[in-house]
């Protein structure tokens, strides 16, 4: 539980790379997310290549740290295997969320960069991995060495909680 209390959206990294097993283990707490019907319908793409980060931090006009991270993974969607029509963002939040708990508990920091609904983002971001048609791209999630801290917040507030019914 410390994971989702700790987790903040880290936008600057050190120049390590993040290791194979770290990568393995991020994308293993992926395909742990739940998905409606258990249609699973998620693919990933590993970006290392320091050339396709920066354009990438080129093109989306909200992943200016992916010129620091050493890693992000794309999270895209195969609407083929859609059992229940449109849950496929649900599907692929549960394992974007995933990746970033993951990172969090193996000291790594990362950021939910979102493609999906954003055509003109999503268009250029799946164009540029060559996503194939029929599917989407839903998010980028850069992750690497924390450069920066940030303090644990609580959001709660009584107010949003609601008991029975509004």
């Avoid at 029509?85 to 790594?108: K, P, R, Y």
């Avoid at 999503?122 to 303090?151: D, I, M, N, Q, R």
Wanted: charged fraction near 30%; hydrophobic fraction near 40%.
């Amino acid at each position: 539980m410390e994971e989702i209390f700790e987790r903040r959206s880290i936008r600057k990294y050190q120049s390590k790379k993040v290791e194979s097993e770290k990568i393995d283990r991020l994308l293993e707490a992926a395909v742990s997310a739940p998905s409606a019907g258990n249609e699973q319908p998620w693919h990933f793409i590993v970006i290392k290549d320091r050339k396709r980060l920066n354009h990438l931090a080129e093109i989306h006009p909200y992943a200016k740290m992916l010129k620091e991270a050493p890693l992000a993974i794309a999270v895209c969607a195969d609407l083929s295997q859609q059992k229940h029509q449109g849950f496929w963002v649900q599907d692929c939040s549960a394992a974007t969320q995933n990746i970033l708990l993951e990172a969090q508990s193996l000291g790594l920091g990362s950021v939910w960069i979102g493609c999906h609904p954003a055509e003109d983002r999503e268009k250029k971001v799946s164009s540029y991995l060559k996503v194939p048609a029929g599917f989407k791209t839903l998010s980028l999630v850069a992750v690497g060495y924390p450069a920066e801290e940030k303090e644990r917040v609580n959001r709660m507030n009584d107010e949003i909680v609601h008991l029975e019914e509004w």
